[in-house]
């Protein structure tokens, strides 16, 4: 269990990330865990939704949950599109 105020681990975040893509309907959900290849990402969390409504939703219910769990994301691009 994870105690208000802490922040999460690497694996912590991508489960909770992934919990909030499906809650969306997200499909073609990807994970990629490139350990020690990468200095810049621990986890990889790649999916895909069928309009940009969808993806900014999914976007905002991962980024929103990440934040109530002192865990906010270190980098956002591409929010206003949303068709990365």
Do not use: F
Not at 7 to 17: F, N, Q, R, T, V
Not at 18 to 40: C, F, M
Request: with cysteine.
């Amino acid at each position: 269990m994870i105690e208000k105020g802490q922040i999460l681990s690497g694996k912590e975040i991508i489960d909770c990330a992934i919990q909030k893509a499906l809650e969306k309907k997200a499909e073609n959900i990807v994970i990629y865990h490139p350990g020690e290849k990468s200095e810049i990402a621990d986890w990889i969390l790649i999916c895909q939704g069928e309009t940009e409504i969808q993806n900014r939703a999914i976007y905002e219910a991962i980024v929103t949950e990440l934040n109530k769990r002192n865990s906010p994301a270190w980098h956002k691009e591409g929010i206003e599109e949303a068709h990365w």
